[in-house]
Nanobody
Framework: QVQLVESGGGLVQPGGSLRLSCAAN????????MGWHRQVPGKQREFVAD???????DYGDSVKGRFTISRDNGKNTVSLQMNNLEPDDTAVYYC???????????WGQGAQVTVSS
C-alpha cells in the first residue's frame, strides 16, 4: 500500500499562487499515475489534474491554463503549481496514486487551500 503525504496548502488572495506537493512512500517502483482531486463540503469530489509516469498530463476544465502538474519519477513525488487562484478554487485538495494501471488508488490526507481577500 502506498502512503501519501501532502504539503503546501494555505491561505492566498485571489490572483495569487500556491504550490502543493505530495510524496509517495511504500514502493520502490515508479508509480504509474499520480494526481489531484479537490472537494468542497457538501459537493462531489472534483478532478483537478493527473500525470502518468510518461508525463502525459490531464486537467479538469476549471483549472486549465492556470494549474500545472509535474512529477519526479525517481522520487515518486508530484506537485501542483496553482496560479491566478480564484475563490472557487477553495477546497481540500487530495493527492492520489495509482501504483499500476487500473490499480486501486491510494489517497493522501488532504491539504486545505483557501482563496480569499
Amino acid at each position: 500500500q502506498v502512503q501519501l503525504v501532502e504539503s503546501g496548502g494555505g491561505l492566498v488572495q485571489p490572483g495569487g499562487s500556491l504550490r502543493l506537493s505530495c510524496a509517495a512512500n511504500g514502493t520502490a517502483f515508479t508509480i504509474y499515475k499520480m494526481g489531484w482531486h479537490r472537494q468542497v463540503p457538501g459537493k462531489q469530489r472534483e478532478f483537478v489534474a493527473d500525470i502518468t509516469s510518461s508525463n502525459i498530463r490531464d486537467y479538469g476544465d476549471s483549472v486549465k491554463g492556470r494549474f500545472t502538474i509535474s512529477r519526479d519519477n525517481g522520487k515518486n513525488t508530484v506537485s501542483l503549481q496553482m496560479n491566478n487562484l480564484e475563490p472557487d478554487d477553495t477546497a481540500v485538495y487530495y493527492c492520489y496514486a495509482e501504483r499500476v494501471k487500473f490499480a486501486v488508488r491510494s489517497w493522501g490526507q488532504g491539504a486545505q487551500v483557501t482563496v480569499s481577500s
